[in-house]
């Protein structure tokens, strides 16, 4: 960090009264991680860095190579709105991880992510995304606990019903004054859910948002005496918790958008088709880092606006990857939205398998098969060769394994890390039994 960027961390610390900065890392299963400094210690740890003992984080380290240290990154500065009690006032700087020996630690989501950035930078493009994050708002009960019941029973884009309007307004305005930029907000489809989408960004700092857009929501609805979550089903028999994501490659060289071609029917140039090509072949494999849960699957079933069939198209909502339509005039705006994600997955993680399925389809080449704008939850998907999602984690990581691809952008150490994890929550789900199955088979059996 230059002495330059430090002092103005340190104006800036002052001229906000800001008595503690919260420096911010996640764990590989993308769970906030905080250590929180006086800011009399700021200066030292914008020098130094500080020390923690990562054997207690999930998937870091085991007990005998536990120390590393935290480094800020300055770009990241940002005050908490909900935490300006005056004498207590937040800040906070997001981190990257680095082991004794002064190397990045390899465990690190963020250092994965801008590994495989750096790789797409090497073949001359910049990769920019923008999540759209759902999320429902429930009640809690007398002690706080969440409950299961909506906050309201709005519908999509409802207003009169809509008792949470005011709320997403506060959070928008946090958001924004943390430095991020939103697009839109808006009721969705199931009473109680929530959509707010996210402008593009580079993918590090887009991540970077990604992950504070969901600290900041549940801040602000715990304010409000509510509970947010990002669970994908949190309900059954109504839409589930989604997160897509428009990506687009860059030129690194003219700045223009390499998914762009107004000669072809789509809007879509040949890198952005085998991009798009890319994303269907790893599709399976990924499905294992984007819908990390077991719950994850019972959103990805037909009739709910969550894909199902590995498919591309532009009207078909059901398609996996869809292109959506840009003004005419904006090549820009070229982009493509994969719609399998959801807003419990590790965003660094995330991005960096979207990035790296999509990469190799550019490197190879990979033809794009004709598009599928039919509703495939109405024909037979076999009729038109398409495969399909994995039905439940343990077949997601069932795909995982056979991916070479998707493991190297992991790297070794956080895919062997994340793929024990995983096949952990797998088992122990595997082995319990649900009320629903005590209900449906004790009376008959």
Request: proline letters at 6%; hydrophobic letters at 45%; one cysteine or more.
């Amino acid at each position: 960090m230059s002495d330059d960027a430090r002092q103005a961390l340190l104006r800036q610390s002052a001229e906000h009264h800001v008595a503690f900065v919260n420096l911010q890392f996640t764990d590989i299963l993308g769970m906030v991680k905080t250590v929180t400094i006086p800011v009399e210690e700021l200066e030292d740890a914008l020098g130094h860095g500080v020390w923690f003992d990562g054997s207690s984080i999930e998937g870091f380290a085991r007990s005998f190579e536990s120390d590393m240290y935290l480094v800020p990154d300055p770009a990241s500065w940002a005050l908490i709105p909900w935490d300006q009690e005056e004498g207590l006032a937040t800040a906070r700087l997001i981190c990257n991880i680095f082991t004794p020996d002064g190397k990045p630690f390899p465990g690190d989501p963020r250092h994965v992510l801008a590994t495989v950035a750096r790789q797409a930078a090497d073949l001359g493009y910049g990769f920019s995304v923008a999540p759209e994050l759902e999320f429902f708002l429930f009640r809690t009960d007398e002690e706080g606990r969440a409950t299961n019941n909506p906050h309201d029973h709005a519908g999509y884009f409802d207003v009169s019903t809509d008792q949470a309007t005011l709320i997403r307004r506060q959070m928008v305005r946090a958001l924004r004054a943390m430095g991020i930029v939103i697009e839109a907000a808006h009721h969705e489809v199931a009473a109680g859910q929530h959509e707010i989408d996210l402008r593009y960004a580079e993918v590090v700092r887009a991540a970077d948002d990604t992950v504070t857009t969901r600290v900041a929501l549940k801040a602000i609805a715990q304010l409000r005496g509510l509970y947010a979550t990002f669970m994908p089903k949190p309900l059954a028999g109504v839409n589930g918790n989604g997160m897509h994501v428009h990506q687009s490659l860059i030129d690194l060289v003219t700045g223009e958008n390499a998914f762009a071609d107004s000669d072809d029917p789509y809007g879509l140039s040949l890198v952005a088709r085998h991009f798009i090509a890319g994303l269907l072949l790893h599709a399976r494999a990924m499905c294992a880092v984007l819908a990390p849960l077991v719950n994850s699957y019972k959103r990805l079933v037909p009739g709910f606006e969550a894909p199902v069939h590995i498919s591309w198209g532009r009207t078909n909502r059901s398609a996996l990857v869809r292109v959506p339509r840009i003004t005419s005039g904006r090549a820009r705006s070229t982009r493509v939205e994969l719609r399998c994600p959801d807003p419990s997955c590790n965003p660094y993680l995330a991005y960096a398998v979207m990035l790296a399925a999509g990469l190799d389809g550019v490197r190879r080449q990979l033809p794009l098969r004709e598009a599928a704008e039919e509703d495939l939850f109405h024909v037979d998907p076999r009729a038109r060769g398409l495969a399909t999602l994995p039905l439940s984690l343990g077949a997601a990581l069932d795909a995982l394994r056979e991916d070479e691809i998707i493991q190297q952008a992991l790297g070794p150490y956080v895919f062997e890390r994340f793929l024990d994890a995983k096949q952990q929550e797998w088992e122990s789900y595997r082995s319990y039994v649900s009320q629903w199955e005590i209900e449906r088979y004790m009376p008959i059996f």
